[in-house]
């Protein structure tokens, strides 16, 4: 059994020290692009500050014969790339592909000093948190890599949800949870073949209406509303996620062409508590950095509270609603987050600052 101050020490000698707190960097989006595809490639320098997070895909969407051409290629753009405000990821194989080794031993010693996250795949428990940990601690060491690189798992298998928690608190190393809702929906046999969203089977119905005679037309034309398959799921990620002090995030959303229906998706994600969610597409990257962020109404609302309520103590009526600590403390969530985006996305900057700051 490691005790509590033996969680902070380095698992290998000569690694860098782990962190005490994930740093909150602004993630709104994080692109996935494969970087065996020289035409995608290429584009990745001009993407450097149009987007929060930049990630070099692995995975499954590399097919298995072009997985060598894939990792060297991310090799080449975090070599040749300077990332600036943009975070560098990568999604490494999963763990029990004959890829993953390859991909650590690969990626660490070559552009490890540029890595800021490495997501992890289908994991299903903290013993796969732990086997990670350990090999970038070793290879970290090896090379003389100041800054410990950071894991996000995936949430992808109904034995992960189970261990979530557990998976949360494996390592200082943990910067945050995915929802992963194909792989996921097949693990848990569920009966969808949809990447994220809600689907029209799941749903409420409304009450049929009374007939004259006081019984119900249950034949009658009745409103429905479409339902969404991971609500459970990503509730219960946000709050493992908060409890541990790392970042809940949304993943993939399937269907290109409807970005309506992904602005939606983004937008319950982000009320629920996630930070940002994934692009698969470049259109999807301006939907993840304007739902990912608060309003100007937000913005404008939360600071009138803050200037109203002082020393955060008592209630204020504001536009005949009351506020009080609890909402102070909602309101600060929201003008810390817009302080952070306000100082990497001009934009946002320029709409914050044109918010009248009320007197306090």
């Known amino acids: 059994m490691r005790t509590a101050k033996d969680f902070f020490a380095p698992l290998a000698v000569g690694a860098p020290a782990p962190l005490r707190e994930i740093p909150a960097r602004p993630s709104r989006a994080i692109h996935f692009f494969d970087p065996g595809n020289e035409k995608m490639a290429a584009k990745i320098p001009a ?7 930049l990630l070099g895909n692995l995975e499954d969407a590399v ?29 490494i194989n ?4 004959p890829w993953v080794l390859d991909d650590l031993t690969t990626l660490v010693p070559a552009i490890g000093d540029k890595l800021d996250v490495i997501m992890v795949p289908k994991v299903q428990g903290a013993e796969d948190i732990h086997y990670i940990d350990r090999i970038l601690a070793q290879l970290e060491a090896k ?6 690189i950071q894991v996000h798992a995936i949430l992808e298998t109904a034995r992960g949800v189970a261990n979530i928690e557990e998976i949360c608190g494996a390592s200082p190393r943990m910067q945050g949870l995915s929802l992963g809702p194909a792989d996921l929906a097949a693990d848990r046999r569920m009966k969808t073949t949809r990447v994220g969203g809600p689907h029209p089977g799941y749903l409420v119905r409304g009450d049929a209406p009374r007939t004259d005679d006081g019984g119900f037309a249950y034949d009658a034309e009745r409103s429905t509303y479409q339902q969404d398959l991971y609500h459970y799921t990503i509730a219960r990620m ?33 009320l629920l508590g996630c930070v940002g969610a994934w692009s698969l597409h470049p259109v999807q990257i301006g939907i993840a950095n304007r739902v990912f962020a608060p309003s100007v109404e937000d913005v404008t609302h939360a600071r009138r509270v803050i200037a109203a309520m002082g020393d955060g103590t008592g209630a204020v009526m504001i536009d005949g609603k009351m506020e009080d600590d609890a909402s102070l403390k909602q309101c600060l969530v929201q003008v810390e987050l817009a302080d952070q985006l306000a100082a990497i996305d001009p934009e946002l900057k320029e709409l914050y600052d044109a918010i009248e700051t009320p007197e306090a």
């Open 47 to 53: 993407m450097v500050g149009t987007t929060d997070v």
């Open 63 to 91: 097919k298995a014969e072009n997985k060598e051409k894939a990792r060297n290629g991310l090799v080449r753009i975090g070599q040749e790339t300077d990332f600036g405000p943009t975070q560098f990821w990568t999604r």
């Open 94 to 97: 999963s763990l029990d592909s």
């Open 143 to 148: 090379v003389g890599i100041e800054k410990p």
């Open 238 to 270: 946000v709050d493992a996620c908060v409890m541990h002090g790392i970042f809940p995030y949304w993943g993939p959303f399937g269907d290109i062409k409807d970005t309506v229906a992904c602005e939606d998706q983004f937008r319950n994600a982000f």
